[in-house]
């Protein structure tokens, strides 16, 4: 099985550096200077216990590729860029390749599947950061993040059962999971208080707890089955330990890097977009989603460092 990596950022490059250093074979989909960067001197990766250059393979389009059976691409994109991701592999990859999305929220396995047959959701807890071309963080020691796998929706295989193997030798606890779209909604219902941490300074505990309640309510009226807050709680346990790298805690989030990265986009538009879309098709009001989804996106276009406003500020837009 060899591991293609679409997307080298925080989450595709610990997994693909992890993975190439436990034996795999791996090739990374990288663009720009996190391209340049990984092709001149590795990709460096840095944890709590300390940092290693990984000469991680690396090209700039899946046609540079010699496609082989037995591949699998782990897409680990922003949701915005998936179809443009998906799209390029269609024009090259094997048909029956299986693609992994270990990205967030629930809209990449619907892209998948228009373009592949084969696809897994993989559900991500690993706290890492990018914000230097050529240098990932991975903040969780010994063990770098859960990487739970399962055929979407529903399912297990024999590619999940050999992804989660893989994973549980590279750092990474794993499981292959039957309901892996039951553990990608409770970490939507999660990700949505990434807005609040990338746009307010400080606080935002009321505006997350709205956020959530009005996503919990979404996908029960929905029918939308999703993993409940106790299960959630016991797969995580105290597996992950997450410590200062450098004397310095993780910053925030992805949707946070996003807006300190100033690239123009965000992907809240399938995150908090995502319940404000069942909201509207259920009859379910989602006011602080919708606000959340049109701030972070006028910040991303804007190019508006993380930070800038106030939970009250945000508040008081809701009255």
Not at 124 to 153: F, K, N, S, T
Not at 211 to 239: H, K, Y
Request: some cysteine; glycine content about 10%.
């Amino acid at each position: 099985m060899r591991f293609i990596i679409y997307g080298t950022g925080a989450i595709g490059g610990v997994i693909g550096a992890r993975l190439h250093q436990s034996g795999y074979e791996v090739v990374a989909i990288a663009r720009g200077a996190q391209l340049d960067a990984i092709r001149s001197r590795g990709l460096r990766v840095e944890t709590p216990s300390g940092a290693a250059e990984v000469a991680l393979p690396a090209v700039g389009h899946p046609s540079e590729i010699a496609w082989r059976a037995g591949d699998v691409v782990l897409l680990a994109v922003k949701t915005q860029h998936s179809a443009a991701a998906l799209d390029a592999l269609g024009a090259c990859a094997p048909r029956q390749c299986a693609i992994l999305c270990a990205q967030n929220g629930v809209e990449n396995e619907r892209l998948a599947l228009e373009r592949f047959p084969v696809v897994h959701g993989v559900a991500v807890m690993c706290p890492a950061l990018h914000l230097e071309p050529g240098v990932v963080q991975a903040y969780a020691d010994p063990i770098a993040g859960i990487l739970d796998v399962g055929r979407w929706p529903t399912g297990v295989d024999d590619t999940a059962r050999a992804v989660a193997a893989a994973f549980e030798r590279s750092t990474f606890v794993s499981e292959a999971r039957p309901d892996i779209a039951r553990w990608k909604y409770r970490k939507l219902i999660t990700n949505l208080g990434n807005a609040v941490q990338a746009l307010c300074a400080s606080g935002g505990g009321e505006l997350v707890r709205r956020a959530q309640a009005e996503g919990e309510a979404c996908l029960r009226a929905a029918g939308i089955a999703v993993a409940s807050l106790e299960e959630d709680r016991a797969r995580r346990g105290d597996i992950l330990r997450v410590q200062p790298i450098a004397g310095r805690r993780r910053p925030g989030g992805s949707t946070w890097q996003s807006l300190a990265r100033a690239g123009g986009s965000v992907e809240t538009d399938h995150l908090n977009g995502e319940i404000v879309r069942l909201g509207r098709l259920h009859g379910v009001p989602t006011p602080v989603n919708a606000l959340l989804q049109r701030c972070a996106a006028e910040a991303a276009r804007g190019r508006r460092p993380p930070g800038e406003l106030s939970e009250a500020a945000l508040l008081r837009q809701l009255d």
